[in-house]
């Protein structure tokens, strides 16, 4: 399995940005397809968007949508998600995940259960 490292988190005021980022090591990343959870306090693990193996093509779920940004660099063996316009219902843990799946329907790829390996969480917090 590959292993992920996530950096980037923060305290940031509502309306400012961030970029995470997430390493890659162990595996050939550009092998997997990678995706972005986050989970709030007292809330379920939430798909934020993926990108497909390549780069080519992104998805996000509606909270995403207009604000962030999912990118990746295969020769840096990073995959980063770049949050705009942040409100304060955007804090919560940031997990990166990663699949050897090439499959991006929107319903298999938010799925966390369709992950293999997982990052241990970058803390983003948003002050309103």
């Known amino acids: 399995q590959v292993q992920l490292v996530e950096s980037g988190g923060g305290l940031v005021q509502a309306g400012g940005s961030l970029r995470l980022s997430c390493a890659a090591s162990?595996?050939?990343?550009?092998?997997?397809?990678m995706g972005w959870f986050r989970q709030a306090p007292g809330k379920e693990r939430e798909f934020v968007g993926a990108i497909t193996q390549s780069g080519g093509k992104t998805r996000y779920a509606d909270s995403a949508k207009g604000r962030f940004t999912i990118s990746r660099a295969n020769a840096e063996n990073t995959v980063y998600l770049q949050m705009n316009s942040l409100k304060a219902e955007d804090t919560a843990v940031y997990y990166c995940?990663?699949?050897?799946?090439?499959?991006?329907?929107?319903?298999?790829?938010?799925?966390?259960?369709?992950?293999?390996?997982w990052g241990q969480g970058t803390q983003v917090a948003v002050s309103s």
């Open positions: 162990g595996q050939t990343f550009s092998d997997y397809r």
């Open positions: 995940a990663a699949s050897v799946s090439i499959n991006f329907d929107f319903d298999v790829i938010s799925n966390y259960d369709a992950y293999d390996s």
